[in-house]
């Protein structure tokens, strides 16, 4: 697989994300500015985390308008693959690739810790790395990471069995359903709020993140 | 024209900056603040000079951009 990452002014994790693919995929992958109005031919688009627009108006709501988000849109509508983390999940959301919206955490405080994810099923290119249920280790970073969404869309996602991954060791954003992170109805875009980027190491403290990328490498 | 956009949070969506707006105010003395929810104004200058013509503007805007009709809901108002 291509990978291309999205860069906004105020992302801060791209280097993050170019390392992990680097790590995985044996190949550097193309980092794209958002002003541009067309991607590469790449099978996969990541759109990384931080602070795009400085979170003006709403987190991922500018960054959601930039001109390469229509090329996105394009790319998902024909079956492309797409990885939001974080910042990248808040412009998923609000561009309308994925259902619901991220809300301020319910405790009001940043979030700057490791949770534990449960992985809610293994059969998609992004999650088979792991057997369904297994628990791994991830570090959040966010202020607005609580996930919402009316009852009938997360009757929906729960139905149709859209959950990727849920916080399986206490839900401190308040994220409805303990939801930390969606599929498309595809199961080609995934959004998820906690960094499995930030793990792909010894050297950062674990490889828990890992088996997202190399899978994705291996597709 | 100018246009008024308020947004909020739709009732029964989750507002912790509320809360703890309601927590300090009674801390400060203010024991009669029952529920308190925070929004916010932005105010635009429109070249129309149309007051309708600028309303369904400001409207077009709020739902493209200036609120997230997931969790927020809007009203314009026009001022001369």
């Not at chain 2, 929810?37 to 013509?53: P, Q």
Request: proline share 5%.
């Amino acid at each position: 697989m291509k990978a291309a990452i999205l860069h906004f002014p105020g992302i801060n994790r791209e280097r993050d994300m170019i390392l992990a693919v680097r790590q995985s995929f044996g190949r550097e992958p193309q980092l794209i500015w958002h002003k541009e109005t067309e991607l590469p031919d790449v099978d996969l688009v990541i759109l990384p985390g931080g602070f795009s627009f400085g979170d003006y108006l709403r987190c991922g709501a500018m960054a959601a308008q930039s001109p390469i988000l229509r090329a996105v849109k394009e790319h998902a509508a024909k079956g492309g693959y797409v990885l939001g983390v974080c910042n990248g999940f808040q412009i998923l959301t609000e561009a309308g690739l994925l259902p619901g919206a991220l809300l301020r955490n319910a405790g009001l405080r940043f979030l700057s810790m490791d949770t534990m994810l449960r992985v809610e099923r293994n059969d998609t290119v992004f999650t088979k790395g792991w057997e369904k249920g297994a628990v791994f280790r991830a570090p959040m970073a966010h202020g607005d990471g609580n996930y919402t969404a009316d009852e009938a869309t997360l009757d929906r996602l729960e139905g149709e069995n859209l959950v990727a991954f849920r916080y399986a060791d206490g839900n401190r954003n308040g994220s409805a359903r303990d939801i930390a992170g969606i599929f498309s109805p595809n199961l080609r875009v995934l959004g998820l709020m906690p960094h499995p980027e930030n793990l792909v190491d010894p050297l950062m403290g674990g490889t828990d993140g890992k088996p997202l990328f190399d899978a994705l490498a291996a597709a | 024209m100018k246009a008024i956009v308020t947004v909020m949070l739709k009732n029964g969506v989750l507002d912790p900056q509320g809360k703890a707006i309601g927590h300090a105010l009674h801390n400060l003395g203010f024991p009669q603040v029952g529920e308190v929810r925070m929004g916010k104004i932005i105010e635009l200058e429109l070249s129309e000079t149309d007051a309708t013509a600028a309303k369904a503007t400001a409207e077009d805007m709020a739902r493209k951009l200036l609120a997230n009709t997931v969790i927020e809901s809007f009203k314009v108002e026009i001022a001369a």
